[in-house]
């Protein structure tokens, strides 16, 4: 067998380790490539193959550890220009990560402990510490007093903090509300407007109209009892109701002598539906002067200086004219008839 086709595994590892090991036959040596190989021959060149392959492995190897002492040097404290051997960079090195441990476990108790006070003075709540304190025998009652009122003010403090920075954020969401409402919906502001100013309209008109109403009510009672009969010197007989109702007609009756005028249910309807259009359209002083006229047309003078014998008889009288108003009330025909 050719030495060559021995030796063809080897061939395709040297190169890829960067040598240029090859056997002499492909090399263009005519005068090698003529030389048989002995055993011996075979064994020599094997050998030198395998050194070329240790020694490149070898060299590989320093240079990774050379670059590895390097990275080493420049993590650990030295000075510029200072010459360390491999051994000195590997006991700075252990040295220095020794201290980093060291520095390390005291910064940890170092932030357990700042935790741990930080629990007991500020995540702890006071009442829970004057607990504690309380329980220790430590401190005094004023100072028991004193912090508590201490702990009320900085509540109070906080939350008014709260509820100012919430007043000014729930306004600036409303201004901002506003804003894209009336962005989005311009129409519908404009409806909203004309609406509440139509509302603002009606109440200044209804509170207008209240005024004069109220107005017309005080000149009435200023009116009526300027008007009025004269007081009779014995006992009253003209009987004056209360202002009528628009819907109801009033009859005023006299002494035994006056007439009691019987009204028609055409007439009374007729009455009612003249003073509800004149209460719509606001004519009180209108009405005012025909309830005087009605007055003077109906009411007539009582005698002067009746009899003191004739008290009894005129009051007697008054009940029969009540009653006889009542049956013609009753009875709109007029067929009732007088006592």
């Given at each position: ?131 504690e304190d309380k329980d220790e025998g430590i401190g005094s009652p004023d100072i028991w007093e004193d912090e ?188 009732g008839e007088l006592p």
């Amino acid at each position: 067998m050719h030495p060559a086709w021995e030796l063809g595994d080897t061939i395709p590892f040297l190169q890829a380790w960067g040598t240029c090991v090859r056997p002499a036959w492909e090399l263009g040596e005519p005068g090698l490539a003529n030389i048989p190989l002995t055993p011996e021959t075979q064994r020599d060149q094997e050998r030198r193959i395998r050194r070329e392959i240790a020694n490149s492995n070898e060299r590989r190897r320093m240079q990774s550890i050379n670059a590895g002492f390097q990275s080493l040097k420049t993590l650990i404290p030295h000075t510029d220009g200072e010459k360390l051997s491999k051994a000195a960079i590997l006991q700075q090195t252990a040295e220095y990560i020794f201290s980093l441990e060291q520095e390390k476990t005291r910064l940890l108790q170092q932030n357990t402990q700042l935790k741990r006070f930080i629990q007991e003075f500020s995540g702890s709540s006071p009442k829970r510490r004057r607990a504690e304190d309380k329980d220790e025998g430590i401190g005094s009652p004023d100072i028991w007093e004193d912090e508590k009122a201490e702990d009320l003010r900085r509540e109070m403090i906080e939350l008014r903090q709260q509820l100012d920075k919430e007043r000014s954020v729930r306004m600036m969401l409303e201004e901002q509300v506003r804003s894209l409402e009336a962005h989005m919906y311009p129409e519908k502001l404009k409806v909203i407007a004309q609406q509440v100013q139509l509302q603002q309209q009606q109440e200044q008109v209804r509170l207008l109209h209240q005024e004069k109403l109220e107005r017309e009510q005080q000149i009435r009672t200023q009116l009526l009892p300027a008007h009025g009969p004269p007081a009779p010197t014995h006992h009253p007989t003209v009987i004056v109701p209360a202002p009528p109702p628009s819907h109801h007609v009033t009859v005023v009756t006299m002494g035994p002598s006056s007439v009691i005028n019987t009204v028609s249910t055409s007439r009374q309807n007729l009455d009612t539906i003249v003073q509800a259009i004149q209460h719509i359209e606001g004519t009180q002083e209108k009405q005012l002067q025909e309830e005087e006229q009605r007055r003077a047309v109906i009411v007539t003078p009582a005698r002067a200086c009746p009899e003191p014998s004739a008290s009894d008889t005129a009051s007697d009288t008054e009940g029969n004219d009540s009653d006889s108003m009542d049956q013609s009330k009753e009875d709109p025909s007029g067929e009732g008839e007088l006592p």
